[in-house]
């Protein structure tokens, strides 16, 4: 069965939605039933969010969606502090580095091509 670029799609909004609720519902600690930390939660949270991204937006560059993820996080943070949960630039920088896991594959890729590509 082959998955549509629309069905992608659809599956990245749910994420997107399921992500922000979880981020900034009555959900703290909802981590540590699952066995995880909470930096660890938001690191793989944000890595899963960008690979999908980077699937549902294949003409994008991925540094580009990575950058719009990441003010995301951002925002998220900012507006934890409105709900009566606090934002954390610990949390921040663990949404960035799954972020940063998610795209640094590409950009080693691209590297390698572009080392590899003979010079005109």
Do not use: C, N
Request: hydrophobic share 55%; net charge neutral.
């Amino acid at each position: 069965m082959k998955i549509s670029l629309l069905q992608i799609r659809l599956i990245v909004a749910l994420g997107f939605a399921l992500l922000t609720g979880l981020l900034l519902g009555p959900f703290q600690g909802l981590e540590a039933h699952l066995g995880l930390s909470d930096k660890t939660a938001h690191a793989a949270a944000f890595y899963v969010l960008s690979l999908g991204l980077f699937a549902s937006l294949p003409r994008v560059r991925r540094t580009d969606l990575a950058l719009w993820v990441f003010v995301f996080a951002a925002g998220t943070e900012v507006v934890q502090s409105f709900t009566g949960r606090s934002g954390s630039i610990e949390d921040l920088i663990a949404d960035a580095a799954g972020i940063v896991i998610a795209v640094l594959p590409a950009m080693v890729e691209r590297l390698r091509y572009s080392l590899r590509a003979p010079e005109a």
